[in-house]
């Protein structure tokens, strides 16, 4: 079936150094989300990637589509102690039209 | 304030009752879903719906029930049948027909049965 796999499945940094996590579909997306789940919290929306090779930006945060749209990551610069969490992608593979998510990256930072 | 909202945050049940979560948004949304969420295994769709007085299931529907009777509402009922119903329960909604826009999240249930 119809999978998306997400790497590494934790992460420990320091603050101030980067992060990322990928995620690798074994089918074609017609688009893919990215959440973040805060501890204790429920998932929060950040973004949603349409197009091929498409890469988008929030502040730190870098978002990539790759060109096979088979691929995606989430690039955090210089983390800080708000940035811990569990991010999770969700990829739409648009022939049921539900999405798949992967099993999140928990993200650890130290002051 | 818009948004969507579970109740109740916790919850505690015996083990053979059966036990309804509920959840209401007033997004004005027409998909709602329902998600179970254990340790490891990120998010699993229990049920959805996208329209009011229809529902599908998803990908563990067995155990569980629900009903659309109102746009702004939808139950989540977990029966005697679930056979491992502690977990923490996401209900979310989405505009549009399709399921693969911007999905909003309500707090969550945390459902303990003993």
């Known amino acids: 079936g119809q999978q998306v796999m997400q790497i590494p499945q934790y992460q420990h940094v320091q603050e101030g150094e980067d992060f990322t996590t990928y995620c690798n579909s074994s089918?074609?997306?017609?688009?893919i989300q990215w959440y973040k789940q805060r501890p204790g919290g429920h998932p929060v929306f950040l973004i949603q990637?349409?197009?091929s090779g498409e890469v988008k930006k929030q502040k730190r945060l870098t978002f990539q589509f790759g060109e096979a749209k088979k691929n995606s990551s989430l690039h955090i610069t210089a983390t800080q102690t708000t940035d811990v969490g569990t991010y999770f992608c969700?990829?739409?593979?648009?022939?049921?039209?539900?999405?798949?998510w992967g099993l999140g990256t928990s993200l650890a930072v130290n002051p | 304030d818009g948004g969507i909202t579970q109740s109740p945050k916790y919850l505690f049940r015996k083990e053979g009752q059966n036990v309804t979560l509920s959840c209401e948004q007033n997004?004005?949304?027409?998909?709602m879903y329902w998600y179970r969420q254990d340790p490891g295994q990120g998010l699993r769709l229990i049920y959805y719906s996208q329209i009011v007085n229809d529902f599908q299931k998803g990908d563990i529907a067995e155990g569980y029930s629900v009903s659309r009777e109102k746009k702004e509402s939808f139950p989540l009922t977990v029966t005697s049948a679930q056979k491992n119903p502690t977990a923490f329960y996401l209900c979310a909604s989405g505009t549009g027909f399709a399921m693969n826009t911007e999905a909003f999240f309500g707090q969550g249930t945390r459902l303990t049965v003993v």
């Open positions: 997004l004005n949304h027409d998909a």
């Open positions: 089918t074609t997306l017609s688009n």
């Open positions: 969700a990829g739409d593979a648009g022939n049921n039209r539900k999405l798949i």
């Open positions: 990637l349409v197009k």
